[in-house]
């Protein structure tokens, strides 16, 4: 069965302060692994697709790391803006595209 | 503008009613998704539609319904046999749906919030 699991459950940075958002994974073929970013009350807003082991991306102060087992959602100077849910989810290969979700970390940045 | 819409985006249902939730997309993908979001779980899926006049179930259909006449339309019908059906509601497309090839994104509408009285 797929898991997502993602760590911490919530965090609170000052504005400025650097942090990482972890998600760890066990699936049986990965077809890609997504981060999305969910204000409260509406749906999650597409940030990145990963695809192998290895592989960054990066928007704006965002970037997103993928290893076998875990990914990285790495957040650089953040502003109050960047508060938000941020979702994990992984797409196995063979499942017609369905997603395993993972319950989210809970971000708020302050000044 | 291209996107997904749902509507509406609070509705309230009486125990024992059957409610429809609607969910129009324009950006001609094959693929659409319900998933319900309840606090502290992840989003988990209730049916998915990979083509025109074929669905299937997810991890959680029970006390729920489909159909899918149109490609751009992909109702959620929330039944009495639901019964702990308050939640948020998800509507998604993507732009294939199938098993293979690359990564296939879902690409996510406004929500609706469902609430029991």
């Known amino acids: 069965e797929d898991q997502v699991t993602q760590s911490p459950e919530a965090l609170r940075l000052q504005e400025g302060e650097s942090s990482s958002l972890n998600c760890s994974y066990t699936?049986?073929?990965?077809?890609?692994l997504f981060w999305y970013r969910q204000d409260p009350g509406k749906g999650p807003e597409f940030l990145f697709t990963?695809?192998?082991a290895g592989e960054e991306k990066e928007k704006e102060r965002l970037k997103a790391t993928l290893t076998k087992k875990e990914s990285f959602l790495h957040i650089t100077a953040p502003k109050p803006e960047d508060s938000a849910t941020y979702l994990c989810?992984?797409?196995?290969?063979?499942?017609?595209?369905?997603?395993?979700f993972g319950t989210g970390t809970r971000l708020q940045v302050t000044l | 503008d291209g996107g997904i819409t749902q509507s509406p985006k609070y509705l309230f249902r009486k125990e024992g009613q059957n409610v429809t939730l609607s969910c129009e997309q324009n950006l001609n993908h094959d693929a659409m998704y319900w998933y319900r979001q309840d606090p502290g779980q992840g989003l988990r899926l209730i049916y998915y539609?990979?083509?025109?006049?074929?669905?299937q179930k997810g991890d959680i259909a029970e006390g729920y319904s489909v159909s899918r006449e149109k490609k751009e339309s992909f109702p959620l019908t929330v039944t009495s046999a639901q019964k702990n059906p308050t939640a948020f509601y998800l509507c998604?497309?993507?732009?294939?749906?199938?098993?293979?090839?690359?990564?296939?994104?879902?690409?996510f509408g406004p929500g609706t919030r469902l609430t029991v009285l």
């Open positions: 989810a992984v797409q196995a290969t063979g499942t017609a595209s369905k997603l395993t």
């Open positions: 998604a497309s993507s732009i294939r749906g199938t098993s293979g090839g690359s990564a296939d994104t879902q690409y």
């Open positions: 990963l695809y192998s």
């Open positions: 699936v049986s073929g990965l077809r890609g």
């Open positions: 539609s990979q083509i025109v006049n074929d669905f």
